[in-house]
């Protein structure tokens, strides 16, 4: 398979055309890597070895480089994981305010550690650094997207049980 094959099945025509439009801000492609690999993970959950090595001939970047940058940052994921994706803080005020707690005692419920994904693929956990709630901590983030302050084991209950349901 050539390269361009590979992109065409790694990327539709609208996200190519999003990606040269990317490219299109930087002086070089190798600043549009991090844009790029969030399209990837974006799209299929996670960045495999296929899509770094797509992504590298795409941008004409060593393989390498990228899995460095991928491995690197905590944002990317180099593994499949859960259909839900819960990333608990435990940096200081959520630390402070019981954050290492209730990632023990969801890491205990699920019966899975630190990114790791529940047998059944729903739930993956990870413990994360700040993600900026410091007022409202204890907190944690789910898919990237939505953000649940405050938390408790009550909440936290209650949160898994309707996160189940609307993801099976």
């Known amino acids: 398979m050539n390269n361009n094959e590979n992109n065409i099945i790694l990327f539709s025509n609208d996200e190519l055309k999003n990606i040269e439009d990317i490219k299109s801000h930087y002086p070089d492609s190798k600043s549009a890597l991090l844009p790029v690999l969030w399209i990837v993970q974006e ?6 070895e296929d899509s770094m090595k797509c992504v590298g001939d795409l ?5 390498e480089h990228i899995l460095g940058v991928v ?9 499949p994981i859960g259909k839900v994706h819960l990333q608990i803080c435990t940096n200081v005020s959520c630390m402070i305010k019981g954050g ?3 990632f023990k005692y969801v890491s205990d419920k ?5 990114k790791e994904t529940t047998s059944d693929g729903m739930f993956t956990i990870e413990e ?3 993600l900026g709630s410091c007022e409202s901590a204890p907190m944690m983030q789910v898919n990237n997207k939505e953000f ?3 938390l408790t084991k009550e909440k936290i209950d209650k949160l898994l049980e309707e996160l189940h349901k609307k993801n099976i």
């Open 110 to 114: 699920l019966g899975v550690k630190n």
């Open 71 to 79: 491995t690197f940052y905590t944002m990317f994921n180099s593994k």
């Open 100 to 102: 290492r707690e209730l």
């Open 59 to 63: 941008l004409d970047i060593p393989y």
């Open 148 to 150: 649940y302050e405050n």
């Open 43 to 48: 799209k299929y959950g996670w960045i495999s």
């Open 128 to 130: 994360v650094e700040c």
